[in-house]
C-alpha cells in the first residue's frame, strides 16, 4: 500500500494527499493488533546491567509503539463514513492512557508497567464476545465478495483459454483551497451510482461489448477524493489485445462522456512497472504464476473490509461482480 496517493485538479496539477497515509496507519493498526490478540508474552520488560535498568522490547513491542504514533484523528477525518475495523476501536480506546507516554522512539523503565497493563486490558477485551462477533460479520462480508471474485475467475479461466486483464480506477479530480486544503468535488452518492450504471451500460453494450468476459467493481470514498471506483474488466484475449489503448478508450469515455469533464482516471495497465506481480494484461490459461497474480490484485478489493468498510447507507451496494459473459 502507499503511503501517498496522487490526486489531479481539473487544470492539470497533481495535488498530494496524505489520504493513504491513513490508510496505511490503520493497516498497520490492525496486523499489530491481530499478532497482539494471538500472543501472550509481555511486550515489554525491564532488564538491568551494569545498575542500569533499561526496556527490552520484542519486535511486536516496536510494532505496537509504531502505531501509538498514528494520527487516529486525521483516520477518522479522512474516512468519516467508514466503519473501522474492530481490532482499530479497540486500539483506540484502551491505547489512549498511554499514547501521551510515547514521544520519539523512547519508552521509559517507569513507564512500561501502565503500557503492559493497557495492552493486558486489550487482549481481555479481546475474549469477550463483543469483538468476537463484530469481527465474525466483517469476515463473513469479505468472504462474501471474495467467494464472488474467485467464482468468476474460476468461470472465465474455464472459458477462455486467453483473458486481457485491465484494471481502472475512476474517480473525479479534486480541488484546491486557497489555504492549500485538499477537497473533493460535490459529486453525491446519487450521481456517483448513475456514473457507474452509464460505465457498465457501456462495457455491455459498448464497442468491445461482444468481447467483454467480466468485470468486477467497488465504490470507495475519501475526504479528497471524494466518491471512487475501483474497476476490474476481462476481455476475451484471442479476440483483443492492446490492453493499455482499451483502458485508455474506457477511461476517456469516463471523462468526456459519462462525467462531462468532471472525472479522471488511473490505468493501472499504463503503470505495471509499478507492481512486482503483474495481475493485469494478457493472462494465458496455463500460466499459473500469472493465475495467482490476478487473484492477489483483486483479493484487495476485498479484503479491505477488514480494515476500512464503506458505509454509505442500508441496501446501497459497494461492491458488484458481472459475468461471465
Not at 117 to 128: C, S, V
Not at 192 to 207: E, M, N, T
Not at 228 to 249: C, E, P, R, T, W
Amino acid at each position: 500500500m502507499y503511503r501517498r496517493a496522487y490526486l489531479w485538479a481539473s487544470d492539470g496539477t497533481r495535488l498530494i494527499t496524505d489520504q493513504q497515509t491513513a490508510t496505511f496507519a490503520v493497516k498497520q493498526i490492525v496486523d499489530m493488533m491481530g499478532k497482539l490478540m494471538r500472543s501472550k508474552a509481555p511486550l515489554f520488560e525491564v532488564d538491568s546491567r551494569h545498575q542500569l535498568s533499561f526496556v527490552r522490547r520484542t519486535t511486536l513491542g516496536e510494532a505496537f509503539l509504531l502505531s501509538l504514533k498514528s494520527d487516529l484523528g486525521a483516520i477518522s477525518k479522512h474516512f468519516p463514513a467508514h466503519r473501522h475495523s474492530p481490532y482499530c476501536t479497540l486500539f483506540k480506546r484502551f491505547s489512549a492512557p498511554v499514547r501521551f507516554l510515547f514521544s520519539g522512539n523512547k519508552l521509559f523503565v517507569e513507564d512500561v508497567p501502565r503500557v503492559n497493563a493497557a495492552i493486558e486490558k486489550m487482549r481481555a477485551f479481546a475474549k469477550g464476545p463483543a469483538l468476537g462477533g463484530a469481527m465474525r460479520n466483517l469476515r463473513r462480508c469479505e468472504h462474501e465478495n471474495g467467494k464472488a471474485s474467485r467464482e468468476l475467475l474460476l468461470r472465465l479461466r474455464e472459458g477462455y483459454s486467453k483473458l486481457l486483464a485491465i484494471r481502472l480506477d475512476f474517480g473525479y479530480y479534486s480541488n484546491l483551497s486557497d489555504k492549500g486544503r485538499i477537497f473533493a468535488q460535490s459529486v453525491s452518492l446519487k450521481e456517483a451510482q448513475q456514473h457507474r450504471d452509464r460505465l457498465l451500460s457501456y462495457l455491455r453494450r459498448g464497442p468491445l461489448s461482444e468481447h467483454l468476459a467480466g468485470y468486477i467493481w467497488r465504490l470507495e470514498y475519501g475526504l479528497e477524493k471524494g466518491h471512487h471506483y475501483h474497476v476490474a474488466i476481462f476481455y476475451n484475449g484471442q479476440a483483443l489485445a492492446k490492453d493499455i489503448s482499451i483502458a485508455d478508450m474506457i477511461g476517456h469515455y469516463w471523462r468526456q462522456t459519462v462525467t462531462k469533464g468532471r472525472g479522471m482516471f488511473f490505468s493501472c495497465n499504463k503503470n505495471k512497472e509499478m507492481y512486482e506481480r503483474s495481475g493485469i494484461g494478457m493472462v494465458d490459461r496455463s500460466d499459473e504464476e500469472k493465475w495467482e497474480a490476478v487473484h492477489e490484485a483483486l483479493r484487495y478489493l476485498t479484503k479491505q473490509d477488514l480494515y476500512l468498510r464503506f458505509r454509505p447507507g442500508p441496501r446501497i451496494r459497494t461492491f458488484g461482480v458481472g459475468g461471465p459473459y
